[in-house]
């Protein structure tokens, strides 16, 4: 009933920039926290960027201060802000968020991912 979609994924020079979306659609009551992880080839799903549902952010220490997360609760869209690219940010990012679909009960979901690749 609930799905989380990416897109602004594509292929971008060291140093460009790049804004990835996530929009949520189908039943739900409201969005908690959401959240971008990311998966290079070969290697472990890691957390990119955390955003609550009020606002506050944490960020792994390889992006802070080049990316931003940041979220439109009307649009039920969280998105993140990927400046002064590098080629180790070349991964497919996924987003996350918990959300509540009923009173009592909150469901975590995932998107498919959108690929982001970093190269001159």
């Known amino acids: 009933q609930v799905q989380l979609v990416e897109s602004g994924g594509g292929l971008v020079q060291p140093g460009g920039s790049l804004r990835l979306s996530c929009a949520a659609s189908g039943s739900f009551i409201s969005i908690n926290d959401m959240g971008w992880y990311r998966q290079a080839p070969g290697k472990e799903r890691e957390l990119v960027a955390v955003?609550?549902?009020?606002?506050?952010?944490t960020y792994a220490d390889s992006v802070k201060g080049r990316f931003t997360i940041s979220r439109d609760n009307a649009k039920k869209t969280v998105y993140l802000q990927m400046n002064s690219l590098k080629s180790e940010d070349t991964a497919v990012y996924y987003c996350?968020?918990?959300?509540?679909?009923?009173?009592?009960?909150?469901?975590?979901?995932w998107g498919q991912g959108t690929l982001v690749t970093v190269s001159s």
């Open positions: 955003i609550t549902s009020r606002g506050s952010t």
């Open positions: 996350n968020g918990d959300i509540r679909i009923y009173v009592y009960k909150n469901l975590v979901v």
